[in-house]
């Protein structure tokens, strides 16, 4: 091999290239980092396009945010089913900063704030579309903003859960004395565990990661959810009766942490939060559709889909929205608005 001299004279010109180099490249780097957001987004359901809350919204918000001509601009990583923690860690690491994004129910984020519970009240919304006008109306403005002030988290979009939550059991339930005893998984949050006890159950606080193995251990008898989930996370080989009490129409919340909203660059978080709200509807229309798919498909798995008494489980409830206001006085204009809005 030959190695061809360097004169001094090539020498100190690329000497002095290089040196120029240097001096601009921290600005040409930085202008490259800064030409891609790079956000985290969290789901603790299964990677399941159809069926899973989660992915679905993830894929509307890829395809909204193409659509807005931020593509290139806004790079949104997807982890689902519980990859980077229990959704009640993924929460806080929300508020915290660390992570950006976290699709789920608007149940997990009343364990920092309480005054969320007030979605989560049993039988309080009559069905996801009566939901939509009562938030147009201005029932999720006070819920938004307490969110935003007590944990440094904004809910950018609202969409559904894949269905109103019902029971899943190991045995038929038809009336609350059915499901007298029965140890049923809700949320780790006290208002839907408190609304499981009032309809009788043996209320079970467990973190979602850990439902599959309880429920084949015989640690539960059963779950609160909705259809799409039971299908998707495979619930329904454990547990063969789904009773309709449709106790809970969850909505589902797209929450941003307030620390990324703050570094954004403003040309970018308006195209970014019309793309999440865009997101959100398509997902709602495709959540519709999912719950009667779901239940069908349950259904041909083998699970026994059970009609049950809603006014006998609905009577016993109606306190713990009573007692709610009593000790949150300010849920009541939020509980009024909702009541007052018609399907």
């Keep these: ?33 800064a030409a891609t957001l790079k956000l985290k987004c969290s789901s603790s359901l299964p990677n399941d396009p159809k069926y899973a809350n989660g992915r679905v919204y993830y894929d509307n918000l890829v395809k909204s945010l193409k659509a807005n001509g931020l593509g290139e601009q806004i790079d949104v990583t997807f982890f689902p089913d519980n990859q980077l923690g229990q959704e009640i860690d993924v929460i806080n690491s929300v508020k915290l900063g660390v ?5 789920s129910g608007s149940s997990i ?23 939509t006008k009562a938030f147009d109306a201005g029932a999720a403005k006070p819920i938004e903003d307490a969110l935003l002030k007590g944990a440094n988290i904004r809910i950018i979009s609202w969409a559904y859960n894949f269905g109103a939550r019902s029971v899943l059991a190991k045995k038929p339930v038809k009336t609350p004395e059915d499901l007298a005893g029965l140890k049923i998984r809700t949320l780790p949050n006290p208002v839907i ?15 979602f990661g850990e439902i599959y193995t309880a429920l084949q251990a015989g640690v539960l008898d059963g779950l609160e959810h909705d259809p799409p989930t039971i299908l998707a996370s495979k619930f329904y080989e454990t547990a063969k009766h789904y009773a309709l009490t449709q106790h809970n129409f969850s909505p589902l919340a797209t929450y941003f942490s307030d620390a990324t909203f703050n570094r954004m660059d403003p040309k970018l978080r308006e195209g ?6 865009k997101a959100a509807a398509d997902t709602r229309s495709h959540g519709l559709e ?11 798995k083998g699970v026994t ?13 109606l306190p713990q929205t009573d007692n709610f206001v009593k000790a949150r006085p300010e849920a009541k204009p939020v509980v009024d608005m909702i009541r007052a809005t018609q399907a």
């Design 290 to 300: 999912m719950e009667k798919e779901a239940l069908k498909t349950l259904a041909d």
């Design 305 to 317: 889909i059970v009609e049950c008494d809603k006014d006998a489980f609905r009577k016993r409830v």
């Design 1 to 33: 091999m030959k190695t061809a001299p360097v004169s001094r004279r090539v020498l100190l010109k690329s000497s002095t290239a290089a040196a120029a180099w240097l001096a601009v490249s921290p600005a040409i780097i930085g202008r490259a980092q």
């Design 193 to 207: 565990t408190e609304c499981l006890r009032l309809m009788g159950a043996a209320a079970t606080p467990l973190a």
């Design 272 to 277: 970014f939060l019309d793309a999440a709200k």
């Design 99 to 103: 992570i950006d994004l976290m699709v």
């Design 109 to 131: 984020s009343a364990n920092l704030v309480p005054l969320v519970g007030t979605f989560d009240l049993g039988y309080l919304f009559t069905s996801f579309p009566q939901q």
